[in-house]
């Protein structure tokens, strides 16, 4: 008897223990990197990556592009209680740990990082350059998208262009110059303009494309002065419209209207944000708080707030000046009041981001917005600009602004007399000056502004000329056209230092 | 009486031959039993029986020993013994578990009967350890027994709650005054810094098992130093407390009811602006601002008289062959902030049975279900959009309604648009419900008289589920047409526990111990949850969320884990006064990296009961004396499942205005990640004076725990943010007192039990030896910057990080240069730490350490007559705290209501004063809003009377007592916020809980009572 306890007892512990111990792990739910890449379909899945992080929070959402909107002198701080990382950004007075940097640093390279997966993932699958170049493209030019991003803020940076496995690898590297990472972001453009598709299925415009691809050169040849290089580009993707069904809207008011933003012709690439949806950060945008109205019915943040001297010069008869501005909402009691009657700021908001957010919050926030970096009007004015710069001003040149002016005329439908069309026989720097000066109003708030004043060293003329819209005294031009590096990351790699000059 | 070694372990039982360790530890034991030889001459004979004091009756198994040499038996089955003595003039020495040792000279006697007293001093209590119970006397680990009685001296929302201030080394603080709130245990202070620092539960052998309520608990044993935890390996870093709960007795019934009803109310509140007040405040900023005219006192309008109703009723007894408890308990208590409750409800069921001379069965039971209403508070980011009721009831407008002439919510008018704290106390629902049932079985069944044989399984499952809604009658709700989400949890834990004691006492001056065992514990945990926006009506709740318009991604997450162990422990006494004990487990845990499957953790303590040596017994005031040290190493399992792994992340992306299918590397594998190891050195003594009415334990530890886990920085270019490697140390040292006195013990009667610790929190490794950052401000505080901790090498964690504060600039003064600072008379002046002449963030320096200096308890027993009166303090000493809600109140830029400081503002006319001049300013944390916590609280007093046993039993009750008591009714503290006793955002078990430490936002203060109760005993 005793025995045979004795016997049950020790199968027992055999049985119970020993037999089911297995400590391997084998998550449910969790993607594992090892294996991932099987098909196309898996590669396109780490190249939507990409586009994901593209349309967050941390860039397009709010941060990148309210960093660079502040950055320039058509939009100012409008709550200057917000964050001092943005009042800094705006007045000329970051520092090496700024919040705006840290936030938007990171996630630049999360994107490029997904875009060197994806490429590094599309060749493991050994397919034939045909069947596997669109994929390599799409995945290339999303990394020279990032780049040209980030060499227009830092100047020489940390050049990744490789998966990376073992990151502490990469601890010693030296920041690569400049014009290196234009090479690099040339060679990946040309690339991607040669396998890119003309088009997707539902000729989606957050996908790049041939023409997406030649568009980028064009404004990347542009940046450098590369003005015959830049002109030759634009010409192409403006000959060549019609295969990529590129057209200016009728309507400029229809290319800030969430509900018409997958349709637009205009568009070159975008980034498609969702209403109403997010995960995280994800596809979470907060530009419409950030340039709403504070304590009124908009429920806005009153952040980036174009100063008044934006609006005052800007002509009234400009229908685009009216699609740019919210110069007066309702208060929460309802009552209906211009901006002299704002609760806080009390200046003109900008409307692009706020007016028509689609299926969106009450205050703006996850709106139904596709954020376009680039649109065929931008195309225009860079063969403009490009070709009197190159060739001098001529009648194509003056054409191409024309015809950006001719949609301006349109007010709702209804034709008018401005903005004219442009005066013959303008001297070159006049010509080039009044290009610029379109871009600046064609493209407001959307954070352009900030890379020609860079592109141009126009800062001391806008920050610091007689007719400053926003005057900032403190504006360096041996160090602002640059911002800094965040700390960390030298602290990490001393091999990244001296930081930019200044910092 | 001689024996010889008979020691033999089964074959395959249980210990497993192959594992190195437990060989070390087998071959260290069987050269112990070596040691066990002494022959002596033998020339004169003792008979006698012993008998117990109590009823008379023989008592077997009583050590005799004749004193100053190894000589001893122990006695017969009916108390008699026989021992044959070295001479006729020794002096012989009976002892007994329970009872107190006697001593007596033989003076040539051959008959010497003896009554043994039952010994009520602590020191002969048994107490309960890991897989095992040794007496308090035998002991050689730092461990704390808390007892029921103490545990039950007020209506506690939990044992947790219940066990604050009431042992040394062991720190227990609520992290919100909510009702339901969670409670964060350290004991000797964090052992970690990004992994969890809370002590593991072992509830009746059932290691991570649910916490049965106070009512229910027999005794609690917090094992705190490495020989003590060690046995527990991977997850005994933080320390292990031990729950016993209760059990029936062979004998008659005993049937306890006991009730309480407590009325509530907030400990305190700030003193604001009123209406008027603050209409001046804001019209110095804003010569425009029109006041809406009204006076609302808001914390007037969002408490409320809260109550807790306690309720609990037990029976137990049982014959020799089956004994049982079962138990019932209610606990029901509405807070004091309108919308928020909680309540539990509970069974235990306690069962065990003789199914014959060798084999005992039993079974433990227990069902929860416990309910919460809970509101905003602590909000990590409250703008417009998540206003916490209680920061709102502070910043609202006092110049407001409560209403819009329409019957709509009023909201704020300077500042942001938030939500008033009515609205949030009346509208908002979240209503959790969590179901746990436990169940665990077990057999012992003795081998040999001398080897028992325990195996248990056991089964936890808890399900929990939270549902909210957002009605369109708050911001966040209108901003979307109403919210609704539902979030559900399940938890599962099963155990299977085997092991073998082996007890054996060879010579008459060696005891041996020794265990050995195997455990295998599967864990896992799922969750699934959905959100839906957009609804018909707020009427539907969050039970109807398919009639929401617009859905939001679904979201849901499985991991399982498992632990498989094996463990072992040695027990070796020399004459009672030289005692060892050896520890170790390994534990193979799938959580761990693919290199690192295993760990061992070994420990071994030496204790001396230096009390019996001879020298000693000539000073009769020492009854006791023993030295305790011990050294080891424990664990903390640290990582999650799968964290070593490599992943890609899913993404949430659109393409042509549809989410596809996306993903993108979000982390690198580790395949070296290891657990944390803490090594902790401990040295101890447990004194007794004058017959044990003062009884003292000391003890002195330090613990370094190192291969720290840390997300290690790598350069963000890679695109990664971090990859968890082991780095890091931080280290724990201090002393611990622990005072039990006896001092009055006649009819007028009076027991003081105090416990002081002194932990010294201190960082000694940081990856690159780099500064850490981190952040815990409340969102929406938008103008601080989002440093506002310091992990620095030699300072303690969570040390505050900040600019110093140096007053307000007067008119003549100079004024420091620095983007974004003022250089106004009246403005905010801040220490040029750099002395750059500029200010700038490198002028933020440390400015505060949340630590406490020390922490103690003082409770007081007194009884006259039926009359009996507890008084209880808890305290903590030399802690900062940072308030948020005072940054927020009085940073004086007008954006929402302020405290009564307010009124002592720099104006031209008043400016003696520290408080700025009303102006916009940015929020910056700074030592202006660092503040001494340090607290006494009388956390008890309790007045009872218990009838007259004479007219009780009349009513067949054995025992009734009836009794007053309040809880929390003084504090002393120069803290100007509402309530010393918080901690914002510092919950749960992640890294904010070891670093978000003194924090102060929106807290629910915790409540004041008045308690009336009676406990019966049939």
Same mark, same amino acid.
């Given at each position: 008897?005793?025995?045979?306890?004795?016997?049950?007892?020790?199968?027992?512990?055999?049985?119970?223990?020993?037999?089911?111990?297995?400590?391997?792990?084998?998550?449910?739910?969790?993607?594992?990197?090892?294996?991932?890449?099987?098909?196309?379909?898996?590669?396109?899945?780490?190249?939507?990556?990409?586009?994901?992080?593209?349309?967050?929070?941390?860039?397009?959402?709010?941060?990148?592009?309210?960093?660079?909107?502040?950055?320039?002198?058509?939009?100012?701080?409008?709550?200057?209680?917000?964050?001092?990382?943005?009042?800094?950004?705006?007045?000329?007075?970051?520092?090496?740990?700024?919040?705006?940097?840290?936030?938007?640093?990171?996630?630049?390279?999360?994107?490029?990082?997904?875009?060197?997966?994806?490429?590094?993932?599309?060749?493991?699958?050994?397919?034939?350059?045909?069947?596997?170049?669109?994929?390599?493209?799409?995945?290339?030019?999303?990394?020279?998208?990032?780049?040209?991003?980030?060499?227009?803020?830092? /100047?020489?940076?940390?050049?990744?262009?490789?998966?990376?496995?073992?990151?502490?690898?990469?601890?010693?590297?030296? !920041?690569?110059?400049?014009?290196?990472?234009?090479?690099?972001?040339?060679?990946?453009?040309?690339?991607?303009?040669?396998?890119?598709?003309?088009?997707?299925?539902?000729?989606?415009?957050?996908?790049?494309? !041939?023409?997406?691809?030649?568009?980028?050169?064009?404004?990347?040849?542009?940046?450098?002065?590369?003005?015959?290089?830049?002109?030759?580009?634009?010409?192409?993707?403006?000959?060549?419209?019609?295969?990529?069904?590129?057209?200016?809207?009728?309507?400029?008011?229809?290319?800030?209207?969430?509900?018409?933003?997958?349709?637009?012709?205009?568009?070159?690439?975008?980034?498609?944000?969702?209403?109403?949806?997010?995960?995280?950060?994800?596809?979470?945008?907060?530009? /419409?708080?950030?340039?709403?109205?504070?304590?009124?019915?908009?429920?806005?943040?009153?952040?980036?707030?174009?100063?008044?001297?934006?609006?005052?010069?800007?002509?009234?008869?400009?229908?685009?000046? !009216?699609?740019?501005?919210?110069?007066?909402?309702?208060?929460?009691?309802?009552?209906?009041?211009?901006?002299?009657?704002?609760?806080?700021? !009390?200046?003109?908001?900008?409307?692009?981001?706020?007016?028509?957010?689609?299926?969106?919050?009450?205050?703006?926030?996850?709106?139904?917005?596709?954020?376009?970096?680039?649109?065929?009007?931008?195309?225009?004015?860079?063969?403009?600009?490009?070709?009197?710069?190159?060739?001098?001003?001529?009648?194509?040149?003056?054409?191409?602004?024309?015809?950006?002016?001719?949609?301006?005329?349109?007010?709702?439908?209804?034709?008018?007399?401005?903005?004219?069309?442009?005066?013959?026989?303008?001297?070159?720097?006049?010509?080039?000056?009044?290009?610029?000066?379109?871009?600046?109003?064609?493209?407001?708030?959307?954070?352009?502004?900030?890379?020609?004043?860079?592109?141009?060293?126009?800062?001391?003329?806008?920050?610091?000329?007689?007719?400053?819209?926003?005057?900032?005294?403190?504006?360096?031009?041996?160090?602002?056209?640059?911002?800094?590096?965040?700390?960390?990351?030298?602290?990490?790699?001393?091999?990244?230092?001296?930081?930019?000059?200044?910092? | 009486?001689?024996?010889?070694?008979?020691?033999?372990?089964?074959?395959?039982?249980?210990?497993?031959?192959?594992?190195?360790?437990?060989?070390?530890?087998?071959?260290? #034991?069987?050269?112990?039993?070596?040691?066990?030889?002494?022959?002596?001459?033998?020339?004169?004979?003792?008979? $006698?029986?012993?008998?117990?004091?109590?009823?008379?009756?023989?008592?077997?198994?009583?050590?005799?020993?004749?004193?100053?040499?190894?000589?001893?038996?122990?006695?017969?089955?009916?108390?008699?013994?026989?021992?044959?003595?070295?001479?006729?003039?020794?002096? #012989?020495?009976?002892?007994?578990?329970?009872?107190?040792?006697?001593?007596?000279?033989?003076?040539?006697?051959?008959?010497?009967?003896?009554?043994?007293?039952?010994?009520?001093?602590?020191?002969?209590?048994?107490?309960?350890?890991?897989?095992?119970?040794?007496?308090?006397?035998?002991?050689?680990?730092?461990?704390?027994?808390?007892?029921?009685?103490?545990?039950?001296?007020?209506?506690?929302?939990?044992?947790?709650?219940?066990?604050?201030?009431?042992?040394?080394?062991?720190?227990?603080?609520?992290?919100?005054?909510?009702?339901?709130?969670?409670?964060?245990?350290?004991?000797?202070?964090?052992?970690?810094?990004?992994?969890?620092?809370?002590?593991?539960?072992?509830?009746? $052998?059932?290691?991570?098992?649910?916490?049965?309520?106070?009512?229910?608990?027999?005794?609690?044993?917090?094992?705190?130093?490495?020989?003590?935890?060690?046995?527990?390996?991977?997850?005994?870093?933080?320390?292990?407390?031990?729950?016993?709960?209760?059990?029936?007795?062979?004998?008659?019934?005993?049937?306890?009811?006991?009730?309480?009803?407590?009325?509530?109310?907030?400990?305190?509140?700030?003193?604001?602006?009123?209406?008027?007040?603050?209409?001046?405040?804001?019209?110095?900023?804003?010569?425009?601002?029109?006041?809406?005219?009204?006076?609302?006192?808001?914390?007037?309008?969002?408490?409320?008289?809260?109550?807790?109703?306690?309720?609990?009723?037990?029976?137990?007894?049982?014959?020799?062959?089956?004994?049982?408890?079962?138990?019932?308990?209610?606990?029901?208590?509405?807070?004091?902030?309108?919308?928020?409750?909680?309540?539990?409800?509970?069974?235990?069921?306690?069962?065990?049975?003789?199914?014959?001379?060798?084999?005992?069965?039993?079974?433990?039971?227990?069902?929860?279900?416990?309910?919460?209403?809970?509101?905003?508070?602590?909000?990590?980011?409250?703008?417009?959009?998540?206003?916490?009721?209680?920061?709102?009831?502070?910043?609202?407008?006092?110049?407001?309604?409560?209403?819009?002439?329409?019957?709509?919510?009023?909201?704020?008018?300077?500042?942001?648009?938030?939500?008033?704290?009515?609205?949030?106390?009346?509208?908002?629902?979240?209503?959790?419900?969590?179901?746990?049932?436990?169940?665990?079985?077990?057999?012992?069944?003795?081998?040999?008289?001398?080897?028992?044989?325990?195996?248990?399984?056991?089964?936890?499952?808890?399900?929990?589920?939270?549902?909210?809604?957002?009605?369109?009658?708050?911001?966040?709700?209108?901003?979307?047409?109403?919210?609704?989400?539902?979030?559900?949890?399940?938890?599962?834990?099963?155990?299977?526990?085997?092991?073998?004691?082996?007890?054996?006492?060879?010579?008459?001056?060696?005891?041996?111990?020794?265990?050995?065992?195997?455990?295998?514990?599967?864990?896992?945990?799922?969750?699934?949850?959905?959100?839906?926006?957009?609804?018909?009506?707020?009427?539907?709740?969050?039970?109807?969320?398919?009639?929401?318009?617009?859905?939001?991604?679904?979201?849901?997450?499985?991991?399982?884990?498992?632990?498989?162990?094996?463990?072992?422990?040695?027990?070796?006494?020399?004459?009672?006064?030289?005692?060892?004990?050896?520890?170790?487990?390994?534990?193979?845990?799938?959580?761990?990296?693919?290199?690192?499957?295993?760990?061992?953790?070994?420990? $071994?303590?030496?204790?001396?009961?230096?009390?019996?040596?001879?020298?000693?017994?000539?000073?009769?005031?020492?009854?006791?004396?023993?030295?305790?040290?011990?050294?080891?190493?424990?664990?903390?399992?640290?990582?999650?499942?799968?964290?070593?792994?490599?992943?890609?992340?899913?993404?949430?992306?659109?393409?042509?205005?549809?989410?596809?299918?996306?993903?993108?590397?979000?982390?690198?594998?580790?395949?070296?990640?290891?657990?944390?190891?803490?090594?902790?050195?401990?040295?101890?003594?447990?004194?007794?004076?004058?017959?044990?009415? #003062?009884?003292?334990?000391?003890?002195?530890?330090?613990?370094?725990?190192?291969?720290?886990?840390?997300?290690?920085?790598?350069?963000?270019?890679?695109?990664?943010?971090?990859?968890?490697?082991?780095?890091?140390?931080?280290?724990?040292?201090?002393?611990?007192?622990?005072?039990?006195?006896?001092?009055?013990?006649?009819?007028?009667?009076?027991?003081?039990?105090?416990?002081?610790?002194?932990?010294?929190?201190?960082?000694?490794?940081?990856?690159?030896?780099?500064?850490?950052?981190?952040?815990?401000?409340?969102?929406?505080?938008?103008?601080?910057?989002?440093?506002?901790?310091?992990?620095?090498?030699?300072?303690?964690?969570?040390?505050?990080?900040?600019?110093?504060?140096?007053?307000?600039?007067?008119?003549?003064?100079?004024?420091?240069?620095?983007? $974004?600072?003022?250089?106004?008379?009246?403005?905010?002046?801040?220490?040029?730490?750099?002395?750059?002449?500029?200010?700038?963030?490198?002028?933020?320096?440390?400015?505060?350490?949340?630590?406490?200096?020390?922490?103690?308890?003082?409770?007081?027993?007194?009884?006259?007559?039926?009359?009996?009166?507890?008084?209880?303090?808890?305290?903590?000493?030399?802690?900062?705290?940072?308030?948020?809600?005072?940054?927020?109140?009085?940073?004086?830029?007008?954006?929402?209501?302020?405290?009564?400081?307010?009124?002592?503002?720099?104006?031209?006319?008043?400016?003696?004063?520290?408080?700025?001049?009303?102006?916009?300013?940015?929020?910056?944390?700074?030592?202006?809003?660092?503040?001494?916590?340090?607290?006494?609280?009388?956390?008890?007093?309790?007045?009872?009377?218990?009838?007259?046993?004479?007219?009780?039993?009349?009513?067949?009750?054995?025992?009734?007592?009836?009794?007053?008591?309040?809880?929390?009714?003084?504090?002393?503290?120069?803290?100007?916020?509402?309530?010393?006793?918080?901690?914002?955002?510092?919950?749960?078990?992640?890294?904010?809980?070891?670093?978000?430490?003194?924090?102060?936002?929106?807290?629910?203060?915790?409540?004041?009572?008045?308690?009336?109760?009676?406990?019966?005993?049939?």
């Amino acid at each position: 008897m005793k025995n045979r306890i004795i016997k049950i007892f020790v199968i027992a512990i055999f049985f119970s223990g020993i037999g089911c111990a297995d400590l391997e792990e084998n998550p449910v739910g969790l993607l594992a990197p090892e294996g991932f890449f099987k098909t196309t379909k898996d590669v396109e899945a780490a190249i939507f990556g990409a586009y994901g992080v593209i349309a967050s929070e941390s860039l397009f959402g709010r941060q990148f592009a309210s960093a660079l909107m502040l950055r320039s002198d058509m939009v100012d701080i409008g709550n200057r209680s917000t964050s001092a990382e943005r009042v800094q950004v705006n007045d000329f007075n970051m520092d090496d740990r700024n919040g705006m940097v840290s936030r938007f640093w990171p996630v630049w390279y999360q994107v490029i990082n997904a875009a060197n997966a994806a490429e590094a993932g599309a060749i493991s699958l050994g397919l034939s350059e045909a069947e596997i170049n669109p994929y390599i493209a799409e995945a290339r030019f999303i990394r020279a998208f990032s780049y040209y991003h980030m060499v227009r803020v830092f /100047g020489d940076l940390p050049y990744i262009d490789f998966a990376v496995s073992n990151p502490l690898a990469l601890t010693t590297i030296s !920041k690569t110059s400049e014009a290196d990472i234009y090479a690099g972001i040339e060679a990946d453009l040309v690339f991607a303009k040669q396998w890119l598709p003309n088009s997707f299925v539902s000729d989606v415009r957050s996908r790049p494309t !041939k023409g997406t691809a030649a568009s980028y050169l064009a404004s990347v040849h542009l940046t450098q002065g590369n003005y015959a290089d830049a002109y030759t580009e634009a010409k192409w993707v403006i000959d060549n419209r019609a295969t990529f069904n590129y057209q200016l809207e009728a309507d400029f008011q229809d290319l800030f209207r969430a509900d018409k933003a997958d349709a637009l012709k205009e568009t070159i690439f975008t980034f498609d944000f969702l209403g109403l949806q997010n995960l995280g950060s994800l596809n979470d945008d907060l530009m /419409g708080p950030m340039v709403g109205v504070r304590n009124t019915r908009q429920l806005g943040f009153g952040v980036n707030v174009p100063a008044l001297a934006v609006y005052t010069t800007w002509n009234a008869l400009d229908y685009r000046r !009216k699609v740019s501005f919210t110069d007066s909402t309702f208060l929460n009691n309802g009552q209906w009041v211009g901006y002299l009657n704002f609760p806080n700021e !009390k200046r003109p908001h900008i409307a692009k981001w706020r007016r028509f957010p689609g299926k969106a919050n009450v205050d703006g926030r996850f709106s139904d917005f596709n954020y376009a970096d680039f649109r065929y009007a931008e195309v225009l004015l860079i063969a403009s600009e490009a070709l009197a710069e190159s060739a001098g001003v001529n009648a194509e040149a003056e054409g191409y602004v024309n015809q950006v002016r001719a949609r301006a005329r349109n007010w709702a439908g209804t034709p008018t007399a401005f903005p004219a069309n442009v005066a013959t026989g303008l001297s070159k720097t006049d010509f080039i000056n009044l290009v610029l000066e379109e871009r600046r109003l064609e493209l407001a708030f959307e954070w352009k502004r900030w890379y020609d004043i860079k592109r141009r060293k126009l800062g001391d003329v806008v920050f610091k000329g007689p007719g400053s819209l926003e005057p900032r005294a403190l504006f360096d031009p041996t160090r602002d056209y640059l911002m800094p590096l965040p700390a960390t990351e030298l602290i990490l790699n001393p091999n990244l230092a001296p930081n930019n000059p200044g910092y | 009486m001689m024996q010889t070694v008979r020691f033999k372990i089964p074959p395959n039982a249980g210990l497993r031959p192959s594992r190195s360790a437990l060989k070390v530890c087998l071959s260290a #034991l069987f050269g112990l039993m070596l040691l066990s030889s002494a022959t002596f001459a033998q020339e004169f004979t003792v008979t $006698g029986k012993l008998t117990s004091g109590e009823d008379g009756a023989g008592l077997p198994g009583v050590s005799i020993l004749e004193k100053g040499t190894t000589n001893g038996t122990t006695s017969d089955s009916d108390g008699v013994y026989v021992i044959r003595l070295s001479g006729s003039q020794t002096i #012989l020495s009976f002892s007994f578990i329970g009872y107190t040792t006697q001593e007596a000279r033989v003076n040539s006697r051959n008959t010497i009967d003896i009554i043994l007293i039952a010994d009520i001093t602590q020191l002969a209590e048994v107490v309960v350890v890991g897989y095992g119970a040794v007496k308090k006397s035998d002991l050689t680990g730092s461990i704390s027994s808390v007892k029921s009685e103490q545990l039950t001296a007020y209506p506690a929302i939990s044992a947790e709650q219940a066990l604050q201030g009431r042992a040394a080394g062991v720190q227990i603080q609520s992290n919100n005054g909510a009702p339901g709130s969670d409670f964060k245990i350290r004991i000797r202070g964090a052992s970690s810094i990004n992994a969890s620092s809370d002590p593991i539960f072992v509830i009746d $052998g059932f290691v991570g098992g649910v916490l049965p309520p106070p009512e229910d608990i027999q005794s609690i044993e917090v094992l705190k130093d490495a020989s003590a935890t060690a046995i527990y390996g991977s997850r005994a870093a933080n320390g292990v407390i031990l729950v016993t709960t209760k059990k029936g007795k062979t004998g008659t019934t005993n049937i306890q009811f006991n009730s309480s009803y407590s009325f509530q109310e907030e400990i305190s509140r700030l003193d604001l602006l009123n209406g008027e007040q603050f209409t001046d405040y804001i019209t110095e900023i804003n010569p425009a601002y029109v006041s809406s005219g009204e006076n609302t006192d808001w914390q007037d309008e969002i408490f409320r008289p809260g109550a807790i109703q306690n309720y609990s009723l037990s029976a137990s007894g049982g014959t020799e062959a089956a004994r049982y408890y079962v138990g019932v308990t209610s606990f029901d208590q509405k807070g004091i902030i309108k919308g928020s409750d909680y309540g539990r409800f509970s069974v235990t069921s306690n069962l065990d049975f003789t199914a014959s001379k060798r084999l005992n069965i039993g079974l433990n039971m227990f069902a929860q279900r416990e309910s919460q209403n809970g509101t905003i508070t602590q909000e990590g980011s409250g703008g417009i959009n998540n206003t916490g009721v209680i920061s709102s009831s502070y910043k609202f407008m006092p110049d407001q309604g409560i209403y819009e002439p329409g019957g709509s919510y009023t909201t704020a008018l300077v500042g942001d648009p938030t939500d008033n704290p009515v609205a949030v106390a009346n509208e908002y629902q979240n209503e959790s419900l969590t179901d746990r049932f436990q169940g665990n079985v077990y057999g012992e069944f003795k081998i040999l008289e001398s080897l028992k044989f325990r195996t248990s399984f056991g089964a936890t499952v808890n399900n929990g589920r939270t549902g909210i809604f957002i009605p369109t009658t708050l911001n966040q709700g209108r901003n979307v047409g109403g919210q609704g989400s539902i979030n559900a949890t399940k938890r599962t834990n099963l155990i299977n526990e085997n092991y073998l004691t082996y007890t054996t006492s060879f010579g008459t001056d060696h005891s041996l111990t020794v265990l050995g065992g195997y455990s295998l514990q599967k864990f896992s945990n799922e969750s699934w949850g959905a959100t839906s926006q957009s609804f018909i009506t707020d009427a539907v709740s969050f039970w109807n969320l398919n009639g929401g318009a617009i859905a939001q991604p679904p979201n849901s997450f499985f991991s399982e884990s498992v632990i498989s162990s094996y463990y072992t422990r040695l027990n070796y006494s020399y004459k009672g006064k030289y005692l060892l004990t050896l520890n170790a487990r390994s534990d193979g845990s799938s959580n761990f990296s693919k290199n690192n499957k295993q760990a061992f953790f070994p420990s $071994g303590a030496v204790a001396w009961n230096m009390g019996s040596e001879n020298f000693m017994t000539n000073i009769p005031i020492i009854s006791f004396w023993k030295w305790r040290a011990s050294y080891g190493l424990t664990g903390n399992q640290a990582i999650s499942p799968y964290g070593s792994l490599a992943r890609f992340g899913t993404v949430y992306t659109v393409i042509n205005g549809v989410p596809v299918n996306a993903v993108r590397p979000t982390s690198v594998a580790n395949n070296n990640l290891t657990w944390e190891t803490a090594a902790q050195f401990d040295i101890g003594a447990d004194i007794g004076l004058w017959n044990d009415r #003062l009884t003292i334990t000391v003890d002195y530890y330090n613990r370094v725990t190192s291969d720290l886990l840390f997300a290690l920085p790598l350069p963000q270019y890679s695109g990664f943010g971090g990859v968890l490697s082991n780095v890091g140390k931080v280290e724990n040292k201090g002393f611990e007192f622990s005072f039990a006195s006896r001092n009055l013990v006649g009819e007028f009667k009076w027991n003081s039990d105090f416990n002081i610790s002194f932990n010294e929190n201190k960082v000694l490794e940081l990856p690159g030896g780099n500064d850490v950052f981190t952040g815990s401000r409340p969102g929406h505080l938008i103008g601080i910057s989002s440093s506002t901790q310091i992990l620095r090498v030699g300072y303690p964690v969570g040390s505050f990080w900040g600019f110093e504060y140096d007053g307000v600039y007067q008119a003549n003064d100079t004024f420091i240069p620095g983007a $974004g600072f003022e250089q106004t008379a009246g403005g905010e002046k801040f220490r040029d730490v750099s002395e750059d002449g500029n200010l700038n963030s490198a002028d933020q320096t440390i400015i505060g350490n949340p630590n406490p200096k020390f922490i103690w308890g003082f409770s007081n027993d007194f009884s006259w007559k039926n009359f009996d009166l507890n008084i209880f303090f808890q305290a903590s000493q030399g802690n900062d705290i940072l308030s948020y809600t005072l940054l927020e109140l009085e940073t004086m830029s007008g954006f929402n209501n302020s405290t009564t400081r307010a009124l002592d503002r720099w104006t031209p006319t008043n400016t003696d004063t520290d408080v700025p001049r009303a102006s916009g300013r940015p929020q910056r944390v700074s030592s202006r809003w660092v503040y001494d916590g340090s607290f006494v609280r009388l956390k008890n007093i309790a007045l009872g009377y218990t009838l007259p046993a004479a007219l009780v039993e009349k009513m067949a009750i054995q025992k009734l007592r009836v009794y007053v008591s309040a809880q929390n009714i003084l504090t002393f503290t120069d803290y100007p916020g509402i309530d010393p006793e918080v901690n914002y955002s510092s919950g749960g078990s992640g890294s904010g809980s070891n670093q978000n430490l003194g924090l102060d936002y929106g807290s629910y203060p915790n409540a004041k009572s008045f308690t009336v109760g009676l406990s019966i005993g049939f």
